[in-house]
């Protein structure tokens, strides 16, 4: 759905509805992209488990920002009937969310996964 300017943030609509809002860092707008690569395009179709972008976490800290990574659904009150979130650090390829959606509260949706 978006991918800002700076490459900071980037936004996905799941097939269930939910709008994924990915924040990579805190406060790294101010560093106008320069550690960040995107590995995706507007409009492309993407899978848990798909590379989507990285950062670079010695330039974000070297440059004093927090290289901590959010995963907001930005249309909870819409679309979540239930979410479980994994507390703390997660290593790459950990689940880090199970959203059960309000239109089908007998499934289940993964709603990130670490990178």
Known sequence: MMIA?????IGIK????AELLIHLGIDTVELKGAPFEIDTAMDA?????DVI?????DAIKKAGKKTTV??????????????DVTPGEVKVGEEVAMMTPKAAAATST??????
């Open 5 to 9: 300017d700076t490459k900071h943030a």
């Open 14 to 17: 799941a097939d269930d509805g």
């Open 45 to 49: 179709k993407v899978k848990a488990g």
């Open 53 to 57: 972008g990285s950062m670079d976490l």
């Open 70 to 83: 959010i995963v907001a659904i930005t249309n909870t009150n819409d679309v979540v009937d239930h979410l």
């Open 110 to 115: 993964a709603v990130g996964d670490a990178e």
